[in-house]
């Protein structure tokens, strides 16, 4: 009678700062390009998106909105529409940029993890396990 295989214990997933880094890089290449700014302007930036109308005597022009360079999570807010129209609008504009960004960043930590696995392992066995365990990793 054939023996029954053993199940693997798998291990829980380890938290790796260069990963963490490498996300950030991403999330701030995609905000400067949509919404003009980092992520902390984002989030800290205050509303100030203001509108009125082009001309008093000629309503059907329409309104013209200040404050749209740099969009923030309260113009998000407060002025949804103008605001994801700006962010669309500079997505577009943008997209080239964004991509060829994204690109580098993918392409250097790709490199960078090659080049650098040596010394990250020791950093990982020497340092990094030791004083906060085995669940973060460099």
């Known amino acids: 009678m054939a023996r029954k295989k ?19 890089t991403y999330a701030e290449i995609l905000a400067r390009g949509t919404i003009g700014g980092g992520l902390w302007s984002f989030f800290t930036g205050e509303g100030d998106i203001k509108g009125g109308l082009i001309s008093e005597y ?59 696995r040596k010394p990250l392992n020791k950093i990982n066995r020497t340092l990094i396990y030791p004083v906060l365990g085995k669940g973060i990793r460099v």
């Open 58 to 116: 000629e309503p059907d022009l329409g309104m013209a909105y200040t404050g749209t360079d740099e969009i923030s999570l309260a113009d998000l807010m407060s002025h949804p529409s103008v605001a994801v129209t700006t962010m669309a609008s500079n997505f577009a504009n943008n997209i080239v940029p964004m991509a060829v960004g994204m690109f580098g960043t993918h392409l250097t930590f790709t490199v960078g993890r090659r080049i650098l």
């Open 6 to 24: 053993q199940t693997r214990r798998r291990r829980a997933p380890s938290f790796s700062i260069l990963n963490a880094l490498e996300s950030l």
